[in-house]
T-cell receptor, first 113, second 113 residues
Framework: NAGVTQTPKFRVLKTGQSMTLLCAQDMNHEYMYWYRQDPGMGLRLIHYSVGEGTTAKGEVPDGYNVSRLKKQNFLLGLESAAPSQTSVYFC????????????FGPGTRLTVT | RKEVEQDPGPFNVPEGATVAFNCTYSNSASQSFFWYRQDCRKEPKLLMSVYSSGNEDGRFTAQLNRASQYISLLIRDSKLSDSATYLCVVNSFLRGGYNKLIFGAGTRLAVHP
């Protein structure tokens, strides 16, 4: 039982490049989330999904897209990376009833130069 | 104004000390409150929920004051292993009525021998 996994763990991009972050969970959770964490700020919700095939915008969705084609996977895409997207990205999953206990992946450290 | 505000610390305390962290939240509609723990360069994990009557889990005690919109976490008999960042978390709502979590930026605790 791996819980929530994220790939890659680290990445350096040049401005304008694109990439996809992959999140996978093996707990059969309905809900999945993408957050970013920046120094001095709390985790901020980028996008979320309440079930397979559904996605919705969170607090800071600009510059990101997501897809949830399979229940266990939640992909975060950066179409044209900008230095402002330098951050640590966390994926999380959770159960609708116990929504407050979110299980996080280990994070992806992304630097955009 | 941030929705959840915490003193960033760091709180540097010796082993065995008692330390208290405070947190204020701005949304009076929030109904659920939690503390998460985040170790350095790791993912956040749920530490405990906070109930109106106050609750205790071993050396940890959480209190809620709804009138003042204030949450606290008390750690007694600090251990070296308590060194981490403690995130204050409150619930809010997404479009469609789904719950979301609002994370504070965290209070860093360093326990030394």
């Amino acid at each position: 039982n791996a819980g929530v996994t994220q790939t890659p763990k680290f990445r350096v991009l040049k401005t304008g490049q694109s990439m996809t972050l992959l999140c996978a969970q093996d707990m059969n959770h309905e809900y999945m989330y993408w957050y970013r964490q920046d120094p001095g700020m709390g985790l901020r919700l980028i996008h979320y999904s309440v079930g397979e095939g559904t996605t919705a915008k969170g607090e800071v969705p600009d510059g990101y897209n997501v897809s949830r084609l399979k229940k266990q996977n939640f992909l975060l895409g950066l179409e044209s990376a900008a230095p402002s997207q330098t951050s640590v990205y966390f994926c999380a999953s959770g159960d609708p009833v116990a929504y407050y206990e979110q299980y996080f992946g280990p994070g992806t450290r992304l630097t955009v130069t | 104004r941030k929705e959840v505000e915490q003193d960033p610390g760091p709180f540097n305390v010796p082993e065995g000390a008692t330390v208290a962290f405070n947190c204020t939240y701005s949304n009076s509609a929030s109904q659920s409150f939690f503390w998460y723990r985040q170790d350095c360069r790791k993912e956040p994990k749920l530490l405990m929920s906070v109930y109106s009557s106050g609750n205790e889990d071993g050396r940890f005690t959480a209190q809620l004051n709804r009138a003042s919109q204030y949450i606290s976490l008390l750690i007694r008999d600090s251990k070296l292993s308590d060194s981490a960042t403690y995130l204050c978390v409150v619930n809010s709502f997404l479009r469609g009525g789904y719950n979301k979590l609002i994370f504070g930026a965290g209070t860093r605790l360093a326990v030394h021998p």
